[in-house]
C-alpha cells in the first residue's frame, strides 16, 4: 500500500511536457539530429532524404555548398579500413513559430586501417515544422580546429630564430628564454611560440594562424609569414 501510494505521488508531481513545448521540440531535434549523423558512416540516405526539405541547402566543413540532390549523392558508405562514430556532445535548440534553429557539437571517432583518428564539428541548423513533423532547411557544418602537439627543439635551433622583423612600420621581435622561444610584437604582450616542425610555430590557441620561418639558399632565416589560412603577413629579419 505505502508503494502504491508513493507511486502516486511521484505521478502527480512528475511534470509531463507538453507535446510542443521547448523541451519537447529540443529532444526530437536532437534525437533526429543522432540518427542523422549515425547514418553517414554507413551512408544510409533514407534517413537524410526523409528528413531534408525539398530546398534544403547543406554546406560541409570544406565550405562546399550542396543542394539536396548533390548532398544525397555524395553520401556513400566509408571506404573499406575505414569506420567511425559521430556522437552529439552538446545542443541547443530555439523555437521560433513553426522554425527552430540548432546548434550541436559532435565527436567523431574514426578507425582508419587501425589507427583511431578524432576530430570535433560544430554544426547550425534551421528546421521548419511541416504539419505535424520537422524538416531540416539548411546545415552548415565547421570543422573545429585544435592547436596541434608542440614538438621540442634544441636551444641552438631556437637561437638561429632570434632577432627583430619588420613588416612596413610593424615591428617584432624574437628572444629564447630558456627552452622556450618568447615573441613580442612592438606594444604588445609577450606570447609563446609552439614549435609544431622545425621552422613551424604556432601560439597556443591561435589553430588558425602558423608562423613559417623563411630561409635563404645558404639556409640563413630571412624572414617569416604569418600564413593565416591561405594568406600571408610576410615579416623581413632585419637584426
Not at 529532444?27 to 544510409?44: E, M, T
Not at 567511425?84 to 513553426?98: C, K, M, N, P, R
Request: with cysteine.
Amino acid at each position: 500500500m505505502y508503494c502504491y501510494t508513493l507511486l502516486l505521488v511521484v505521478v502527480a508531481v512528475a511534470p509531463i511536457a507538453p507535446p510542443d513545448s521547448p523541451q519537447t521540440v529540443t529532444q526530437v531535434l536532437r534525437a533526429k539530429d543522432q540518427a542523422l549523423l549515425d547514418a553517414i558512416a554507413p551512408g544510409n540516405v533514407k534517413v537524410w532524404d526523409a528528413a531534408l526539405a525539398e530546398e534544403a541547402v547543406y554546406v560541409d566543413e570544406n565550405g562546399v555548398i550542396l543542394d539536396r540532390a548533390a548532398f544525397l549523392k555524395q553520401l556513400t558508405p566509408l571506404p573499406p579500413g575505414a569506420s567511425g562514430t559521430l556522437v552529439i556532445s552538446s545542443y541547443q535548440a530555439s523555437e521560433q513559430g513553426d522554425v527552430a534553429t540548432v546548434i550541436h557539437t559532435d565527436d567523431e571517432t574514426e578507425n582508419y586501417h587501425g589507427q583511431t583518428l578524432k576530430a570535433r564539428y560544430l554544426t547550425t541548423e534551421t528546421w521548419q515544422r511541416s504539419e505535424n513533423d520537422w524538416k531540416l532547411l539548411q546545415v552548415h557544418t565547421y570543422a573545429v580546429l585544435q592547436d596541434p602537439p608542440a614538438q621540442k627543439l634544441a636551444a641552438k635551433d631556437l637561437d638561429a630564430y632570434a632577432g627583430r622583423y619588420t613588416a612596413g612600420d610593424l615591428i617584432y621581435t624574437l628572444h629564447r628564454d630558456g627552452n622556450r622561444l618568447i615573441g613580442q610584437r612592438e606594444g604588445g604582450a609577450p606570447v609563446e611560440w609552439n614549435a609544431e616542425l622545425r621552422d613551424v610555430f604556432f601560439i597556443a590557441g591561435q589553430p588558425r594562424i602558423r608562423k613559417i620561418f623563411q630561409r635563404d639558399a645558404n639556409g640563413k632565416i630571412t624572414g617569416f609569414v604569418d600564413r593565416r589560412k591561405s594568406w600571408d603577413l610576410v615579416w623581413k629579419k632585419t637584426g
